[in-house]
């Protein structure tokens, strides 16, 4: 990376897990970021260490361990921005996130076209509260 964004491993409670450090957020749990941003992790036990990150920032490659005890594999794609309504990540809720949430609307977390980005309130599908969701952000 550029140094703006440092991953690695940290304890607490006596586990190892994998970080992520920025100068504006300090170090962040990537299994906690990666639950908030509605990432299935009921399977993980627990991701113990980030061993790299991308030149961008965004993609963090590791290791940590399933619910069973298996040593596993990962590569995540973390948001660069903290406005969750920022579907397209450039920094600013705008008119190209409403027309990505407009076509994915009405889609259910099972169907082929269904964009995870756009379930603001990660209920499986993309319907009016995000919507809602979305406006209330709308120009920041």
């Known amino acids: 990376g550029d140094g703006t964004r440092v991953v690695g491993r940290g304890n607490s409670n006596e586990n190892p897990q994998a ?25 993980v036990d627990r991701l113990s260490e980030a061993r790299g990150i991308s030149g961008d920032g965004r993609i963090i490659v590791g290791s940590g361990r399933d619910i069973d005890g298996h040593i596993l594999g990962f590569r995540v794609n ?24 407009l076509s994915s609307f009405g889609r259910y977390a099972i169907d082929e076209e269904f964009n995870r ?17 979305l406006f209330g952000m709308y120009g920041i």
């Open 117 to 133: 980005s756009c379930d603001l309130d990660c209920n499986g599908n993309v319907g009016i509260t995000d919507l809602s969701l």
């Open 19 to 43: 970080f992520i450090w920025d100068d504006e957020h300090g170090m962040l749990n990537i299994k906690q970021i990666l639950e908030d941003n509605c990432v299935d992790m009921s399977n």
């Open 78 to 101: 973390i948001p660069l921005h903290d406005n969750y309504a920022d579907i397209n990540d450039d920094g600013e809720v705008d008119i190209n996130d409403l027309s990505l949430l």
